[in-house]
């Protein structure tokens, strides 16, 4: 086996999220500063399985969530997944900037699905991600959906925004409801992984202008070959709050 096929299996265990190891104290630990926020809310959108939702349920037991996954049988592995945890709520829709129905480039390897083709520094670096098919789904504007499903959105809210590539659009058709969280945990990518995406600094503007700070990245991604980095979970926190 070459270095090379190494790496990518590798990386393709990161992306997963599969610990072939014993998990790190800093990994464990990674949400812990979560608390000192005192979140009564946490809305997951593009929940996938329910990774982070069980996650932070875990540190946060007490607090409502609301998971949002499009892809109808993804979103029915979350609510098996998620079925145990308290004032928990899925909805299988995507969220945009507008109401209606859309396709959603369904990938092979599910993690790397999106509204937004894949684009060839994302195959290059990860060849088991260039077979796709498009699947319709149902989207939505989240500030609409907060009204018409009654969301109760109890202060201090938590946003978890992981949609690649897609994460202006949605902030797009959800200023309001996006306004009133103390902190927001989102992908950005460094460099163009999905055709016609926005990359972090472009985020970083868009948050800044409705109040947020940059904190801090965790959960890096990169190149298995050239060592690019890629992608991260990026941490913004309103300037009335602080970590």
Not at 127 to 135: G, K, S
Not at 208 to 226: T, V
Request: charged share 30%.
């Amino acid at each position: 086996m070459t270095d090379s096929i190494k790496k990518i299996i590798k990386f393709f265990f990161r992306i997963l999220k599969v610990d072939i190891r014993r998990t790190p104290e800093y990994e464990r630990n990674k949400f812990l500063w979560v608390k000192d926020f005192n979140i009564n809310t946490i809305i997951d959108i593009g929940a996938h399985v329910g990774r982070f939702t069980l996650e932070i349920s875990r540190i946060l037991p007490d607090t409502k969530i609301y998971s949002f996954e499009p892809i109808k049988d993804v979103y029915e592995e979350l609510l098996r997944n998620c079925r145990n945890i308290n004032n928990f709520q899925g909805f299988n829709i995507a969220l945009g900037n507008f109401n209606g129905n859309a396709k959603i480039h369904r990938n092979k390897f599910l993690p790397s699905s999106s509204m937004l083709e894949v684009g060839d520094l994302h195959i290059e670096a990860f060849p088991f991600t260039r077979e796709i098919h498009d699947e319709e789904i149902v989207v939505r504007k989240f500030d609409d959906v907060v009204i018409e499903e009654d969301l109760q959105l109890d202060p201090e809210i938590l946003i978890k925004l992981d949609v690649q590539g897609y994460e202006d659009t949605v902030i797009q058709g959800g200023i309001d409801t996006f306004k009133k969280a103390s902190v927001i945990m989102t992908e950005v990518s460094y460099y163009e992984l999905y055709k016609g995406q926005v990359l972090f600094d472009e985020v970083y503007n868009q948050l800044g202008k409705m109040g947020f700070r940059y904190k801090g990245s965790i959960n890096s991604l990169f190149h298995p070959i050239k060592g690019l980095l890629l992608s991260s979970d990026a941490v913004f926190v309103r300037e009335r709050a602080d970590i």
